[in-house]
């Protein structure tokens, strides 16, 4: 009996002992991960005023982050292989919109780039499209509007020929790209989907592109809010309108909708669209099938488009944007600052909890976040 009385003693004591561990931090921010398993812990700065704060033209990154300054891209690609294995990081393979169509092969060199929307997308596809019809990097270094010219590079069918892994069979795609230099180039996940809404949703681009993104997905992103408005009207992103078309919601609701509000149901173009879903998903970085040399960041402005063009022996930079890619007041572009400077800091640290291992895995932070199995005798506090 004193045995017993000692042992439940002693878990009282243990168990009290971890409800102080646990409650001290939960100061910290705390999310469970999809199979409830594990539960990730990271710190968060907000702006002394307690709002999240973009740079002033997202467009235009003028604060880089400090890895963006110092870490090349090279070295980026290695952090990023040892942060992927290191957990064992899993991320959903976007199947809607594969990797075979995302990765362009330059003809001139050995570059392989996969392309990730609101990251210098449309820019490098005008490059790599124009050299698939056989222009040379001299023709383009003498007139780089000729590559401005293209206004979409996105459609696979008019690339020329062997310039995608597509135009092979999958069976020679890792001979392949083991004899190429495969980059990417990301961004900020959270400031990727503001750059998404700010571009495809808020401006007045009236293109054919952009109505059917707006006419298409937009009906299905809307009707979604509507279906999980509890979780809408808890973060207080009730700012949306199905009725109109193309339907109108406000950027608090698109990034709860993007980060907080399950989608699984949802048609696979809509939830897996590159403009929102997840980079690491999208050019599946973390699969060691497809082992990336160069990772740069938007944030470096063009330093890391300049090293990777001076490797290929391209005496050019990026082309300058088509006139049509983004049309915009610029009453509409103060408007659009005070819309971010307003978003909540509550709202903002949950975003940034949904996305801290997708960030870290991408060199945006160096804060390693913490595992802890959970104890089912143990309160998790939240």
């Given at each position: 009996?004193?045995?017993a009385r000692l042992f439940c003693a002693f878990f009282t004591i243990f168990a009290v002992f971890e409800l102080v561990i646990r409650f001290r931090e939960s100061v910290a921010v705390l999310r469970s991960d999809v199979n409830d398993d594990y539960v990730f812990i990271e710190e968060f700065e907000i702006s002394e005023d307690g709002n999240y704060r973009l740079t002033p033209e997202p467009e235009e990154p003028t604060d880089p982050p400090s890895n963006a300054e110092t870490v090349n891209g090279e070295?980026?690609?290695r952090l990023m292989r040892e942060r992927c294995k290191e957990w064992n990081a899993?991320?959903?393979?976007?199947?809607?919109?594969?990797?075979?169509?995302?990765?362009?092969?330059?003809?001139?060199?050995?570059?392989?780039y996969c392309s990730?929307?609101?990251?210098?997308?449309?820019?490098?596809k005008r490059i790599f499209?124009?050299?698939?019809?056989?222009?040379?990097?001299?023709?383009?270094?003498?007139?780089?509007?000729v590559a401005a010219s293209v206004q979409y590079a996105h459609y696979i069918p008019w690339y020329g020929p062997k310039s995608v892994l597509f135009h092979f069979p999958e069976k020679e795609w890792s001979s392949l790209l083991k004899s190429r230099y495969l980059f990417a180039f990301v961004r900020d996940p959270v400031d990727k989907v503001i750059s998404a809404y700010r571009d495809k949703f808020?401006?007045?681009?009236?293109?054919?592109?952009?109505?059917?993104?707006?006419?298409?997905?937009?009906?299905?992103?809307?009707?979604?809010?509507?279906?999980?408005?509890?979780?809408?009207?808890?973060?207080?992103?009730t700012t949306y309108n199905c009725d109109v078309t193309p339907p109108d919601f406000d950027l608090k609701a698109f990034l709860v909708w993007s980060f907080l509000v399950d989608k699984e149901k949802l048609p696979h173009d809509v939830r897996d669209n590159p403009h929102w879903s997840s980079q690491v998903s999208l050019c599946r970085l973390c699969d060691p099938?497809?082992?990336?040399?160069?990772?740069?960041?938007?944030?470096?402005?063009?330093?890391?488009?300049?090293?990777?063009?001076?490797?290929?022996?391209?005496n050019f930079g990026l082309p300058p944007p088509h006139p049509d890619d983004m049309v915009m007041s610029d009453q509409q572009k103060e408007?659009?600052?005070?819309?971010?400077?307003?978003?909540?800091?509550?709202?903002?640290?949950?975003?940034?909890?949904?996305?801290?291992?997708?960030?870290?895995?991408?060199?945006?932070?160096?804060?390693?976040?913490?595992?802890?199995?959970?104890?089912?005798?143990?309160?998790?506090?939240?």
């Open positions: 009996m004193n045995s070295e980026r690609a899993e991320f959903r393979v976007n199947t809607r919109f594969p990797i075979d169509k995302r990765i362009f092969l330059a003809r001139e060199g050995d570059l392989a990730v929307a609101k990251v210098y997308s449309s820019s490098l499209y124009i050299m698939s019809k056989n222009r040379t990097a001299s023709e383009i270094e003498a007139d780089i509007n808020y401006s007045s681009t009236n293109d054919a592109f952009h109505h059917y993104i707006q006419t298409v997905f937009g009906p299905d992103i809307c009707n979604s809010m509507k279906q999980h408005h509890d979780v809408m009207e808890r973060y207080g992103a099938t497809y082992e990336y040399q160069f990772i740069g960041q938007f944030e470096s402005g063009t330093r890391d488009v300049e090293s990777l063009f001076q490797r290929a022996g391209w408007f659009f600052r005070v819309m971010v400077n307003q978003l909540p800091k509550d709202l903002m640290n949950e975003i940034y909890r949904t996305v801290s291992l997708e960030r870290y895995v991408l060199g945006y932070t160096d804060q390693r976040p913490h595992v802890r199995k959970k104890l089912n005798y143990i309160l998790v506090l939240w």
